[in-house]
């Protein structure tokens, strides 16, 4: 069964840091491009930052840009979200999410997580 785990929410003062984690199991995504989108409460699920295979490239959406950092670690079938200088703005839900190459367009994402919480309180 592939499954997708984010970890690594929580509460935090803005301005504050958090670093997201997505674990993959059941099939390896060394090969498939990443992303992390995320959901604030009344608002559609928003794309956020994605990296290719190899992790030589990244696109962010540009409200994080500055300010958020995406990695991979492939031998240890992982991907990362680095948050700082957190706003309440950055309030949502936020998942992982894995495809065929870098995109933005949510549909493209075949594999999905099942989210984490990130409260930002100002």
């Known amino acids: 069964q592939v499954q997708l785990q984010e970890s690594g929410g929580g509460l935090v003062r803005a301005g504050g840091s958090l670093r997201l984690s997505c674990a993959a199991s059941?099939?390896?995504?060394?090969?498939?491009?990443m992303g992390w989108f995320r959901q604030a409460p009344g608002k559609e699920r928003e794309f956020v930052a994605a990296i290719t295979w190899s992790g030589g490239r990244t696109y962010y959406t540009d409200s994080v840009k500055g300010r958020f950092t995406i990695s991979r670690d492939n031998a240890k079938n992982t991907v990362y979200l680095q948050m700082n200088s957190l706003k309440p703005e950055d309030t949502a839900v936020y998942y992982c999410?894995?495809?065929?190459?870098?995109?933005?367009?949510?549909?493209?994402?075949?594999?999905w997580g099942q989210g984490t919480q990130v409260t930002v309180s100002s």
């Open positions: 059941g099939r390896t995504f060394s090969s498939d491009a």
């Open positions: 999410a894995a495809a065929g190459a870098m995109t933005t367009l949510r549909a493209l994402y075949r594999y």
